[in-house]
């Protein structure tokens, strides 16, 4: 099975600045890794799939990179909206997400 | 627009059985792929099941397989989990979501609640 770690856990941050989240597969997943956002009490929405490619309706200031093992999700200009937890998800082979990354207000 | 609105959760006890339902409208539901994922309580989101656009293939979790069953009914744009055998571990949110581009899951229901306990 492939495993998915993310880092860091959690993370404070504040609005207008630049935030990176690291997504490492356990194997070379090509760019089968998909990005989504959780807020409390809602379902996840997509974000980025593909790596890299931005979801519909999904804000620019969302950015997707990496393949094989290394990924990054990057927020280029932190909103007041953007405050959530954040899951990445390989689909190479079956589906597996990581711990996930909550974005807190510094 | 898309909408998918999961249903049949509940309190059951261990051992017990349950169906979800999942509606689906505002697309041509016959032609995705849908998923169901979980996310017990206070954790993190986990992928339950996933079957073809047809009912033709299904595939599971390992700790699932042999439980929990998904199908679809395309003329009724409806999906399912049927599960049996439940487990106190097998609390969760349970989320019917959608099969998009590379695999993702591009449209996600608001999720049921399912509640094993004694």
């Known amino acids: 099975d492939i495993q998915m770690t993310q880092s860091p856990s959690s993370l404070s941050a504040s609005v207008g600045d630049r935030v990176t989240i690291t997504c490492r597969a356990s194997q070379r997943i090509s760019s089968y890794l998909n990005w989504y956002q959780q807020k409390q009490g809602k379902a996840p929405k997509l974000l980025i799939y593909?790596?890299?490619s931005l979801h519909s309706g999904v804000p620019s200031r969302f950015r997707g990179s990496g393949s094989g093992t290394d990924f990054t999700l990057t927020i280029t200009s932190l909103q007041p909206e953007d405050f959530a937890t954040y899951y990445c998800?390989?689909?190479?082979?079956?589906?597996?997400f990581g711990q996930g990354t909550k974005l807190e207000i510094k | 627009e898309v909408q998918l609105v999961e249903s049949g959760g509940g309190l059951v006890q261990p051992g017990g059985s349950l169906r979800l339902s999942c509606a689906a409208s505002g697309f041509i539901f016959s032609s995705y792929w849908m998923h169901w994922v979980r996310q017990a309580p206070g954790k993190g989101l986990v992928w339950v099941s996933r079957?073809?656009?047809?009912?033709?293939?299904?595939t599971y979790a390992d700790s699932v397989v042999g439980r929990f069953t998904i199908s679809r009914d395309n003329a009724k744009n409806t999906l399912y989990l049927q599960m049996n055998s439940l487990r106190l571990d097998d609390t969760a949110v349970y989320y019917c979501?959608?099969?998009?581009?590379?695999?993702?899951?591009?449209?996600w229901g608001q999720g049921t609640l399912v509640t094993v306990s004694s």
């Open positions: 079957i073809f656009h047809d009912g033709s293939s299904a």
């Open positions: 979501a959608r099969g998009g581009a590379d695999y993702s899951n591009d449209y």
């Open positions: 998800q390989q689909s190479y082979s079956s589906y597996t």
């Open positions: 593909g790596a890299s």
